[in-house]
């Protein structure tokens, strides 16, 4: 018999792809074939249709328009066309940026290419709840600040940033405001009017659709945003990333949105009462046990926690036959740095290789919290009674 596989704790990692994101699919793999550039015969224009609703589908998701939505492969993507597009596209106007100092390494690491390439950057700190002070981004903005890049929702912590606030400050400065928004769409409302967000970058497979593309939305008009590709060949996407549409992974990305949105409120219910079910359990299996990040700003499915004394890595490895989870962003795991997110927020060395990262999805049980609580508190009792011999 085929053993059971591990029960999935990382959904902030990647995402299964949704049975019924599948189905809307298949039939462009095989049947509606056709390059979406190609209008001049059915195949194409069928294609084209195929991307253009789902295009519409995404503006809507967001309350933008539809020629506002740029397909690329990913967020990462979506992210260096944001920033590194701005600043290509206005140098003339300035060169300072702003950010978070728990922005994702994609963020991050595009502001150490710029400042390598004569731009200057201000990254702001967050308290030790992992939020940023909107009266921090006000005192940062100069004449000469072009961007300020704020995440919605962090990949480790969860914590929700105060979007609003900080998308007024921009505003009134007239100052483009970027979010990466990979983790918070599909799982809390996401408003580009409202919000006032001239840039945001997404993708598919957080929000159960498949790997390989996602999106990013630049504001057309008050303010229209300027900028320069980074992918340059055929024009597609109205200039700003070329290359061949990937019709069946756009219309997966469309529908998993289109699904995670009408579903969210509930979903989101369900998660938040599964996520402090697990905690509480756990806070009163191990007492010393901390949670990371703040409590009433945060992602219901996320749960970030410190289990003092005891070597995450060494923890992931005991679980790993039964419960899927891991100790931070997916993307810098091979790292033995500790995490950068942790350390923001106040965290020692030491109680940043100490800390877990639980992922709650669509897929996760009710029955699954006590027996991952009974066995993480039993690894968690094993391990550290090795440490002491």
Known sequence: MEPKKPIYLDYHATTPVDPRVLEAMLPYFTEVFGNPASKNHTYGNDAFKAVEDSRETLAKAIKARPQEIVFTSGATESINLAIKGTALANRHRGKHFITVATEHKAVLDCFEWLMANGFETTILPVDS?????????????????????????????????????????????????????????????????????????????????????????????????????????????????????????????????????????????????????????????IPDAKVNGSLNHRLAGNLNITFPGVESEALMIALRSAIAVSSGSACTTAAVLPSHVLKAIGLSDAQSHSAIRFGLGRFTEPKDIPFIQALITQHITRLRQLSQT
């Open 129 to 285: 709840e992992g939020l940023l002070d909107p009266a921090q981004v006000a005192d940062a903005i100069r004449p000469d600040t072009l961007l300020v890049s704020v995440m919605a929702a962090n990949n480790e912590i969860g914590v929700i940033q105060p979007l609003e606030e900080i998308g007024k400050i921009c505003r009134a400065r007239s100052v483009y405001f970027m979010t990466d928004a990979t983790q918070a769409l599909g799982k809390i409302p996401l408003d580009v009017q409202r919000l006032n967000v001239d840039l945001l970058a997404a993708s598919g497979h957080k929000v159960y659709g498949p790997k390989g593309v996602g999106f990013l939305y630049v504001r057309r008009s008050n303010p229209r945003v300027a900028l320069d590709p980074i992918i340059h060949g055929g024009g597609h996407e109205k200039g700003l990333r070329s290359g061949t549409l990937a019709t069946p992974n756009i219309v997966g990305l469309a529908k998993a949105v289109d699904i995670s949105i009408k579903e969210m409120v509930k979903e989101q219910k369900r998660l938040g009462e599964l996520r402090d079910q697990l905690m509480h359990a756990l806070l009163a299996a």
